[in-house]
């Protein structure tokens, strides 16, 4: 694609590379940080690569997805190395097949929702079958059989303990020993079992939060995310870059998706009530005793609450712009506010109050 140039500017390719390479290469080089390299395959490189793609061109796009898919190879055999590459390979091949077709922007941000969503369902069934429907459980034991092991293995029980994670009987709250002269531990067999069994029961019960997060939430915030980034952050470097002399490719033309100032997305009133309808349905179905019933409502939960977490950011965009903000802080602080969780408010509050203006009130009906 003439738009993706392999090296559109040199000094982002550089940069990309090692922003995005260069962690995997020391998670897979430490014993024990498999997990930081899963996060950061699942979370960081699929954003990355598309945004490496529109400022540096395809060769540093590509190292980072090769750097991901050869970091879970290497961490978790080869297994990791297909959901690696299933995952990334359609998030990055839809990526490139919008841009190619020109598709509406927001017609993008569907296709690219489902290349994030169907292969998260896919490695999420493929473990479901290879632990027989388990693999809850199977988290949970292994978490617990690597604390197990581990050399520290006594000073993690006890963390976990002392910050009321895990909790233990009257019984066996006796067995704990503080060993006279020091601020240190001794526990018995039983007591050590208790614990290693509780991490495992937490471990399980996060899980099950975490994966409808992960498959819905995540996969909105993250395929909206890559069109958005990679178009602003690929128009702002070109213009600095070309205002600086920058030559050969990098005077190539990025390719437009029809994508409307962000500072004015938002939702119409019609979409509005039954986002808001599936967030509050979501809300108390999630914390049913009724597995099946539990994870719908888990799934109608994060798939409103990305929605509105955009619509959210969107919001704060617009009051920023319409102070002067400078551009750093409309990228800084619209990330705090979804740290802290406070984006998805921000939304429903848009959402009821309309505060920008921008869904105009219903026309009345007239009398007949």
């Excluded at 915030?221 to 069109?227: M, Y």
Aim: positive net charge; contains cysteine; proline residues 5%.
């Amino acid at each position: 694609m003439k738009a993706f140039p392999m090296i559109r500017f040199a000094s982002a390719a550089v940069i990309a590379a090692v922003l995005l390479v260069l962690p995997l290469i020391i998670f897979g080089a430490m014993p024990g940080m498999e997990i930081y390299a899963v996060l950061f395959v699942l979370f960081v490189t699929p954003i990355g690569s598309c945004i490496a793609a529109s400022c540096g061109g395809m060769v540093p796009a590509l190292a980072a997805l090769m750097a991901g898919v050869l970091a879970l190879g290497k961490g978790l055999g080869t297994a990791g190395l297909w959901m690696a590459g299933v995952y990334l390979g359609a998030v990055f091949g839809t990526y490139l097949f919008v841009h190619w077709k020109k598709v509406d922007f927001f017609k993008a941000c569907g296709a690219m929702i489902l290349a994030h969503m169907l292969p998260l369902c896919l490695v999420f069934y493929s473990l479901q079958m290879r632990f027989d429907h388990q693999l809850y459980q199977a988290a949970g034991q292994a978490v617990a059989g690597f604390i197990d092991a581990s050399p520290v293995r006594d000073e993690m029980l006890l963390q976990f303990y002392s910050t009321g994670m895990i909790r233990l009987t009257e019984t066996l709250q006796n067995q704990l020993i503080i060993l006279p002269g020091t601020s240190l531990f001794a526990m018995s067999d039983a007591v050590r079992q208790d614990m290693l069994l509780s991490v495992g029961a937490l471990v399980q019960e996060a899980v099950e939060l975490i994966v409808p997060q992960v498959m819905v939430q995540q996969s909105i915030l993250s395929g909206v995310a890559c069109l958005l980034l990679s178009q602003r952050f690929g128009f702002l470097y070109q213009k600095q870059q070309l205002s600086k002399g920058g030559k050969a490719e990098s005077a190539l033309p990025l390719p437009e998706l029809d994508m409307p100032p962000f500072s004015l997305w938002h939702l119409p009133r019609g979409l509005g009530w039954k986002v808001g309808l599936a967030w509050v349905a979501g809300s108390f179905l999630r914390i049913n005793d009724q597995p099946a019933l539990m994870m719908a409502g888990a799934v109608l939960y994060y798939a409103a609450n990305a929605i509105l977490i955009w619509q959210g950011a969107a919001l704060l965009n617009f009051t920023q712009k319409a102070k002067g903000t400078r551009r750093v802080w409309r990228v800084v602080l619209p990330c705090v506010f979804f740290g802290v969780g406070i984006l998805s408010y921000l939304g429903i509050i848009d959402q009821i109050v309309n505060l920008r203006g921008l869904r105009k009130p219903p026309e009345p009906k007239e009398d007949i």
